[in-house]
């Protein structure tokens, strides 16, 4: 069986402008199939990325899952922001440590398909 996604969310690291490429790659690529609300915070630094921006709150109430470009503290920053709508996180490391996200910039694509 294989999980829908019908809206996804992206959220970066917060104030970190190193992860636009990534995100924008990220975002590119998932909206050719799905709709993606970018976290209103991570599109202040992203500017050319053309996706539909939105609050931590909507994310949380309209996404079936959420990508998270950043390393492990920004994953558990979004988990906490999310914590209270019961949606999958998914983690792109662009960290140092990768413990808890655990996916390379380098087979995303690959992984997310």
Do not use: W
Request: proline residues 3%; charged residues 25%; contains cysteine.
């Amino acid at each position: 069986m294989t999980a829908a996604f019908n809206t996804i969310g992206l959220i970066g690291k917060y104030a970190d402008p190193g992860v636009s490429d990534t995100v924008i790659r990220v975002g590119e690529f998932l909206s050719r199939k799905h709709r993606v609300l970018l976290d209103e915070n991570t599109a202040l630094i992203v500017t050319e990325h053309g996706l539909e921006t939105a609050s931590r709150e909507a994310i949380g109430e309209q996404c079936d899952l959420v990508v998270i470009v950043g390393g492990d503290g920004t994953l558990l920053n979004a988990a906490r922001s999310l914590a209270d709508y019961d949606v999958p996180l998914l983690g792109v490391n662009l960290g140092r440590l990768g413990f808890l996200v655990d996916i390379s910039p380098t087979d995303m694509l690959e992984r997310l398909d």
